[in-house]
């Protein structure tokens, strides 16, 4: 069984496209989606009608739930110079009728189990720490888990393989008998955040991230790709006037100035 990973595209369509690309010469037989698809400045209605066109097994992140409530409002009252306040102003309702169909977590057969960000929430980090003391130094104020706390944010889970997105970190763990794997991230490589303390997300690298995972016997090999694409296209579109600005674009470029870009905040 050999299986493609996305997760956080932040409708960063050409990082989409090229990951899609590349996803085809690998031969595997099924990709899933772990969500945050389309909150960003760039497309996410088109990032929609790609992915609804591919029928992958499909979850929401917290961007979606936040999406959605935001839609529960009143349209005067949604900032469209703010990650999901931009692509709610551009979302059509096939798109949000589908991001409601979606579910929070689902399994995937035996073997795997999709979540976001940990089995119990969309938003927190499995793989990744946040530490306080990032105004007060140069550390990005997030490091990786110790396996303690990975074991520990396992919750009830049980199948082999679990899968989760948020923090657009690609990594692994094997936490006992379970693998743990973030692909990383399609879109966004870069990004700062304020929960639940304030840190910065870094790769060193503009190019969209996804997984392949191929089972051999009763083990798992894990392949986490990077693919090059026109990222400096995507940063120019997020720049626009009426989009987020140039720090939005830096997030995309991978560059560290990332504060006050609502777009580089999950």
């Known amino acids: 069984m050999k299986i493609a990973v996305i997760s956080d595209i932040q409708g960063n369509l050409l990082a989409l496209q090229a990951v899609l690309a590349d996803i085809a010469r690998q031969g595997v037989e099924q990709t899933v989606n772990l969500g945050d698809m389309l909150s960003g400045p760039l497309q996410p209605a088109e990032t929609a009608d790609s992915l609804m066109a591919q029928h992958f097994p499909t979850i929401r992140g917290n961007h979606e739930r936040q999406l ?3 839609l529960a409002r ?3 009252l949604i900032d469209p110079v703010t990650s999901d306040g931009y692509a709610a102003t551009r979302l059509l309702p096939n798109h949000m009728a589908w991001l409601e169909s979606l579910p929070v977590s689902m ?4 073997d795997i189990w999709l979540c976001h960000g940990t089995p119990d929430s969309d938003l927190q980090h499995w793989l990744e720490t946040v530490v306080p003391g ?3 130094s140069q550390s990005t104020g997030v490091r990786a888990a110790t396996l303690a706390e990975a074991m520990a944010r396992l919750g009830q889970a049980t199948h082999p393989v679990l899968l989760c ?9 094997q936490c006992g008998g379970v693998l743990v794997v973030n692909p990383g991230s399609v879109g966004l490589p870069a990004y700062d955040d ?3 303390n304030p840190h910065v997300i870094e790769n060193g690298a503009p190019h969209a991230r996804y997984a392949v995972l191929e089972k051999t016997g009763q083990d798992w090999q894990v392949d ?3 693919v090059p694409y026109n990222h ?3 940063a120019e579109v997020a720049a626009r006037p009426g989009r987020l600005g140039t720090c939005a674009g830096n997030g995309i470029c991978q560059t560290r100035k990332l504060k006050t870009s609502h777009f580089a905040t999950k």
Do not use: C, E
């Not at 399994?107 to 035996?110: I, R, V």
């Open 68 to 70: 959605l409530a935001l």
């Open 232 to 234: 400096l296209a995507q």
């Open 74 to 76: 009143s349209a005067a």
């Open 224 to 226: 986490l790709r990077a």
């Open 107 to 110: 399994a995937l057969n035996s």
């Open 194 to 196: 304020d929960r639940p």
């Open 165 to 173: 997105g948020p923090t657009h970190v690609p990594r692994l763990v």
């Open 134 to 136: 990032f105004a007060q």
